[in-house]
């Protein structure tokens, strides 16, 4: 891709931006509600996660048992089937224990964090000399990971009722305030941007 290539696909996207601006703006404050609500009730939002999760392994399995049968044998159709069945099985058992299906689902969210908090440290340390203004971040960044996956870890079982609704509640006020801040951008182009960033004019083919 040419420095031109990237020219144009910022400019179409920063013209995209303004003319949805006011769409996007919609959709982060929506977000950022939704968020606030998992948060000041994350243990509804837990199991409500939980059970959303249950019905896309059961509609996933089901669907593809159907295609199964619509196309007949096909090689490898008896790991398919298994497949199918296993999804449709962890669906089921996520609807009709979802509280039980909350607990398992928080147990990963905390290896989870294990894992991305230690991958973060040595990633940091590991680059230090090219990264070395980012480092401290990294490092900080990576020390919170392991913080949070301690305090579900040691929380268990009580943790499950809220670990989830809270992680998710934060991803989503995160993602709602980068939409806002992205339609106000959008809002204050005026004419059309260019290669070189917003507000400024279009480069000449």
């Known amino acids: ?4 290539d990237v020219s144009d696909l910022q400019y179409k996207l920063q013209k995209a931006v303004q003319k949805h601006w006011k769409a996007l703006l919609i959709e ?3 977000l950022i509600v939704l968020g ?4 000041m009730i994350p243990s509804l939002a837990s199991v409500a996660i939980t059970i959303f999760l249950g019905w896309l392994f059961l509609l996933g399995g089901l669907l593809e048992l159907a295609l199964l049968i619509w196309a007949g044998k096909t090689p490898g159709f008896w790991w398919s089937l298994l497949s199918a069945l296993l999804a449709a099985g962890v669906g089921i058992v996520l609807l009709a224990r979802p509280v039980q299906g909350t607990l398992t689902l928080t147990v990963v969210l905390g ?3 294990v894992v991305e908090g230690v991958f973060t440290i040595m ?3 590991e ?3 090219e990264l070395s203004k980012q480092r401290g971040w990294l490092v900080a960044s990576g020390i ?3 913080v949070v996956a301690a305090l579900i870890i040691s929380g268990l079982p009580g943790s499950a009722l809220w670990a ?7 991803d989503l006020v995160f993602g709602g305030i980068s939409l806002i801040r992205m339609a106000l951008a959008g809002r204050k182009i005026d004419g059309i941007p260019t290669n070189c960033g917003w507000g400024q004019a279009p480069p000449i083919n």
């Open 36 to 39: 606030l609500g998992a948060m």
């Open 111 to 113: 290896a989870y964090f």
């Open 123 to 125: 990633y940091a340390l």
């Open 28 to 30: 982060g404050i929506l």
């Open 1 to 4: 891709m040419t420095a031109q």
């Open 127 to 129: 680059h230090g000399g």
């Open 164 to 170: 989830i609704g809270l992680v998710v509640g934060i």
């Open 144 to 146: 919170l990971d392991l």
